[in-house]
């Protein structure tokens, strides 16, 4: 389970369905959300339209560890991008709000009711769901559990 790029966005998300089943865990830290280390050969600007379409002139390769070469993983250390009017949002950082939204509606449930349904999708960081639909099951069951203790 992991944020990069290239990692399916589920695996972000469960991150926080794990620790949503460990009640000993009360947050998530991370070292960075904005750490933008463009290329060597290229100065890093803002994140600019190609031909008024959804394609941008963003190289999202990962240069935070230059000069080591052993070290790649893209997406680590940002969430936010250089934008025209400020910092942008990216699709993992929505996706780690929806996890965390995941996380207040499971801690709303019985500790064992949480756990048991955390365990339909993660039981480690290496023994885990890939399927989305499982997921948004799951967590329609957490709500429609919730809704029916809140109805009383």
Not at 123 to 137: G, I, Q, V, Y
């Amino acid at each position: 389970l992991n944020t990069f790029i290239e990692r399916p966005l589920i695996r972000t998300r469960l991150l926080f369905w794990l620790g949503a089943g460990n009640f000993g865990v009360s947050g998530w830290l991370y070292y960075g959300v904005d750490i933008w280390r463009g290329p060597p050969h290229r100065t890093r600007t803002v994140i600019k339209r190609i031909d008024n379409t959804a394609k941008t002139d963003w190289d999202p390769a990962n240069y935070v560890w230059l000069p080591r070469h052993d070290i790649f993983a893209n997406g680590d250390g940002y969430f936010l991008y250089p934008g025209p009017e400020g910092p942008l949002p990216s699709v993992r950082l929505h996706n780690i709000c929806d996890g965390l939204e995941d996380v207040e509606l499971l801690r709303m449930l019985p500790e064992d009711k949480a756990r048991n349904l955390v365990r339909q999708l993660v039981r480690s960081s290496t023994d885990f769901t890939k399927n989305p639909a499982l997921m948004e099951s799951t967590r329609r069951s957490a709500a429609e559990a919730v809704t029916a203790m809140l109805a009383g």
